[in-house]
């Protein structure tokens, strides 16, 4: 593999701490990145992601989709001699419970007269 096809790439936690650098093929795609961000993820954080949909990669202020390439997301300024790439991982774990759950704003609503009549 080439050394400029490869990019430098650090992911920023939620509590500050980070997972990496480490160099990944720009052919790779984002969610390649996630798998290996939960098989790095460190085993005593409080919130530990379980599948790849769990985690949201942000770069640039933008969400990265997981079909895009690492060469498709790179923002412009990352061409900077010496330096890695950090995303930031947000943690989003799917729950089911929510979904079949009614929330109290679902409830039908009981029309009521709240006039006051002096």
């Known amino acids: 593999m080439p050394e ?9 936690l939620y509590d500050g ?9 720009s052919s790779s795609t984002v969610a390649m990145l996630k798998e290996r961000i939960i098989s790095e ?10 599948l790849a949909n769990d985690l949201k990669l942000i770069s ?5 989709e ?4 690492i060469a498709q997301c790179k923002p412009p300024f990352s061409e900077l001699p010496g330096g890695a790439i950090t995303m930031h ?13 009614k929330k ?8 009521t007269c709240s006039c006051a009549i002096l």
Request: glycine share 4%; no cysteine.
């Open 104 to 111: 109290v704003d679902d409830l039908p609503k009981k029309n």
């Open 17 to 25: 701490s980070d997972i990496g650098p480490i160099r990944y093929s």
């Open 41 to 50: 993820w460190p085993r005593d954080k409080k919130i530990i992601p379980k």
């Open 4 to 12: 400029e096809d490869l990019v430098e790439l650090k992911f920023r």
């Open 66 to 69: 997981n079909n895009k390439t």
């Open 60 to 64: 640039a202020g933008k969400i990265l």
């Open 89 to 101: 991982v947000v943690v989003q774990p799917s729950s089911t419970k929510t979904k079949t759950e």
